[in-house]
């Protein structure tokens, strides 16, 4: 069965970084499109970023010069590289497939960033 878990997330002050890790069984992402997402309080669920089927990578403009995402296909595992942190960045983040019906979601992680 496909299984999602991510971790990684924190309590960090505003400036800070943070690496989240989403480890898979079930999917193969060197294979899908792959991405990062994140849903705060009272917002809807957005993409941050993304691996395309063919491995390029997308950012939302939130994230773009701050947010790196990476791969280990031999540990079948996405990361997140958050750097400069802002409050704004504050959510849940979650990693699933891009595009098409979702795999069941993972319980996702928290990220808080203090002012």
């Known amino acids: 069965q496909v299984q999602l878990v991510e971790s990684g997330g924190g309590l960090v002050q505003a400036g800070g970084s943070l690496r989240l890790s989403c480890a898979a069984s079930g999917i193969i992402f060197r294979l899908s499109a792959v991405g990062w997402y994140r849903q705060a309080p009272g917002k809807q669920r957005e993409l941050v970023a993304s691996?395309?089927?063919?491995?390029?990578?997308n950012y939302a403009e939130s994230a773009k010069g701050r947010f790196t995402i990476s791969r280990d296909n031999a540990k079948n595992t996405v990361y997140l590289e958050m750097n400069s942190l802002k409050p704004e960045d504050t959510a849940v983040y979650y990693c699933?497939?891009?595009?098409?019906?979702?795999?069941?979601w993972g319980q996702g992680t928290q990220v808080t960033v203090s002012s």
């Open positions: 691996f395309t089927g063919g491995g390029n990578t």
């Open positions: 699933n497939k891009v595009g098409g019906v979702p795999l069941r």
